[in-house]
């Protein structure tokens, strides 16, 4: 029995359901796709595709402590908050004065503001994490995978209890507190926490809701 | 014994694929015209052309929990809103499908998505799906170069996000709806190049809606 269909849908679905919302994204080419809304959360980091092999895109925040840059879709927030999964592959190019994230984000704010399910790499921290925040409150999880400079495949699962973070397919959280209550969007970034700029790169990213 | 008899076939691992081309055929297939849209993001991918037919509308991504791309007509009577590939035409009449997602969203609307050679109101060489406020059922409407027709479903009009499949073929047209077979129909089939399209026509005095969040064409 052959498992070829004739369309991605299917691939995805039996035609007998009715797809929800859904977005794939590969970073490849000349330019970031117009779905992506490059921003500035302070300071001015630079974003650009990067010109090497396996390197996706590139986003390098500002030189000033505290600068933070980041993709997103401008606040159309298509996820829904407790039924909602992003794939991603993120790369911080330094495991020094930064954070790196990727997730979901419920607004156009910092990556410590509210309503957030995040992986992050801290470099305040031995490990990566998930960060969440509801209305009011942003907290973390320690994943138990240390900081690296490789290229981590994430996925983080909003569900209706609790926030999954898995890296490499292995489920390394689950978290119940502090989790995001409003429709949410992509969204990956970096912020210098101390000097100069740093930089996340990304080649996946795919977020569905469930 | 019998009772605990499995299935041979239940414990069968999935297929892994080294591309997504092998998912769709063999290296051995020269794959033809393909493409997927996901209708999420920030802003309309530049693939698509917007097209005020009539009315001055809108077109917008929608802040909203599996809502797509929106299009609204300005609120005058026969508004027409598309948007379309600008005539690139890259699907062949007699062998393509089109699946996508998509609704009306209320009432005064008529929401008309599928493939069409002419970007003109005439709309000559199309095969639509159509769920209008001014009908029934949803249909499956086709123009080939001079006149148009429809063939009525069994499935009542509405507002739902709605799954459907159009495949032009060379003996007729089907319509598919959340998987089921509803129309075959033969009369008055495009005969030219096609290319998607998704429209929102006004059908009285009022403002007019629809809302798509998957589009997937091929060429068989």
Same mark, same amino acid.
């Given at each position: 029995?052959?498992?070829?269909?004739?369309?991605?849908?299917?691939?995805?679905?039996?035609? =007998?359901?009715?797809?929800?919302?859904?977005?794939?994204?590969?970073?490849?080419?000349?330019?970031?796709?117009?779905?992506?809304?490059?921003?500035?959360?302070?300071?001015?980091?630079?974003?650009?595709?990067?010109?090497?092999?396996?390197?996706?895109?590139?986003?390098?925040?500002?030189?000033?402590?505290?600068?933070?840059?980041?993709?997103?879709?401008?606040?159309?927030?298509?996820?829904?908050?407790?039924?909602?999964?992003?794939?991603?592959?993120?790369?911080?190019?330094?495991?020094?004065?930064?954070?790196?994230?990727?997730?979901?984000?419920?607004?156009?704010?910092?990556?410590?503001?509210?309503?957030?399910?995040?992986?992050?790499?801290?470099?305040?921290?031995?490990?990566?994490?998930?960060?969440?925040?509801?209305?009011? =409150?942003?907290?973390?999880?320690?994943?138990?995978?240390?900081?690296?400079?490789?290229?981590?495949?994430?996925?983080?699962?909003?569900?209706?209890?609790?926030?999954?973070?898995?890296?490499?397919?292995?489920?390394?959280?689950?978290?119940?507190?502090?989790?995001?209550?409003?429709?949410?969007?992509?969204?990956?970034?970096?912020?210098?926490?101390?000097?100069?700029?740093?930089?996340?790169?990304?080649?996946?990213?795919?977020?569905?809701?469930? | 014994?019998?009772?605990?008899?499995?299935?041979?076939?239940?414990?069968?691992?999935?297929?892994?694929?080294?591309?997504?081309?092998?998912?769709?055929?063999?290296?051995?297939?020269?794959?033809?015209?393909?493409?997927?849209?996901?209708?999420?993001?920030?802003?309309?991918?530049?693939?698509?052309?917007?097209?005020?037919?009539?009315?001055?509308?809108?077109?917008?991504?929608?802040?909203?929990?599996?809502?797509?791309?929106?299009?609204?007509?300005?609120?005058?009577?026969?508004?027409?809103?598309?948007?379309?590939?600008?005539?690139?035409?890259?699907?062949?009449?007699?062998?393509?499908?089109?699946?996508?997602?998509?609704?009306?969203?209320?009432?005064?609307?008529?929401?008309?998505?599928?493939?069409?050679?002419?970007?003109?109101?005439?709309?000559?060489?199309?095969?639509?799906?159509?769920?209008?406020?001014?009908?029934?059922?949803?249909?499956?409407?086709?123009?080939?170069?001079?006149?148009?027709?429809?063939?009525?479903?069994?499935?009542?009009?509405?507002?739902?996000?709605?799954?459907?499949?159009?495949?032009?073929?060379?003996?007729?047209?089907?319509?598919?709806?959340?998987?089921?077979?509803?129309?075959?129909?033969?009369?008055?089939?495009?005969?030219?190049?096609?290319?998607?399209?998704?429209?929102?026509?006004?059908?009285?005095?009022?403002?007019?809606?629809?809302?798509?969040?998957?589009?997937?064409?091929?060429?068989?």
């Amino acid at each position: 029995m052959t498992d070829v269909q004739t369309s991605l849908y299917e691939h995805l679905f039996a035609l =007998t359901t009715v797809m929800k919302q859904r977005v794939v994204e590969n970073f490849d080419g000349d330019a970031l796709d117009e779905r992506w809304t490059t921003r500035n959360v302070a300071g001015a980091g630079t974003f650009a595709m990067s010109d090497n092999a396996d390197e996706g895109f590139s986003i390098t925040s500002g030189e000033t402590t505290n600068n933070e840059s980041r993709i997103d879709f401008n606040n159309i927030r298509q996820y829904d908050p407790v039924s909602s999964i992003a794939l991603l592959i993120l790369e911080a190019l330094s495991n020094t004065s930064a954070v790196q994230y990727g997730g979901f984000a419920g607004n156009t704010t910092t990556f410590d503001g509210v309503e957030k399910a995040l992986f992050c790499m801290d470099s305040a921290n031995a490990n990566s994490s998930l960060r969440t925040a509801d209305a009011s =409150t942003s907290s973390e999880t320690s994943s138990g995978v240390a900081l690296n400079t490789n290229h981590n495949a994430v996925k983080v699962e909003c569900g209706s209890s609790n926030i999954k973070l898995y890296l490499a397919g292995s489920l390394l959280v689950t978290k119940t507190t502090n989790r995001p209550t409003a429709k949410h969007q992509p969204c990956i970034g970096v912020k210098t926490t101390t000097g100069s700029g740093k930089a996340l790169r990304t080649r996946y990213c795919e977020a569905y809701n469930v | 014994m019998w009772g605990t008899l499995l299935n041979p076939y239940r414990f069968a691992a999935a297929v892994e694929f080294d591309s997504l081309y092998q998912s769709k055929q063999a290296l051995t297939t020269v794959q033809k015209q393909r493409f997927v849209e996901w209708f999420s993001g920030t802003a309309l991918e530049a693939i698509w052309t917007t097209r005020n037919l009539a009315g001055v509308n809108t077109y917008s991504m929608a802040d909203a929990v599996d809502e797509g791309f929106d299009i609204t007509t300005a609120g005058g009577n026969a508004d027409y809103a598309e948007i379309d590939f600008n005539d690139f035409r890259h699907y062949v009449e007699t062998a393509c499908i089109c699946i996508f997602v998509g609704r009306r969203v209320g009432d005064n609307t008529g929401y008309f998505t599928g493939l069409t050679n002419d970007t003109s109101n005439n709309k000559f060489h199309t095969a639509r799906y159509e769920d209008s406020s001014l009908t029934t059922n949803k249909s499956l409407g086709t123009v080939d170069g001079t006149a148009y027709s429809s063939t009525g479903s069994d499935v009542a009009r509405d507002t739902a996000w709605t799954g459907v499949k159009i495949e032009c073929g060379s003996a007729n047209i089907k319509l598919y709806l959340a998987g089921v077979l509803k129309i075959t129909k033969t009369t008055n089939r495009p005969a030219a190049k096609l290319q998607p399209f998704v429209s929102v026509f006004g059908n009285n005095a009022s403002v007019a809606q629809g809302r798509t969040r998957y589009f997937e064409a091929y060429n068989t």
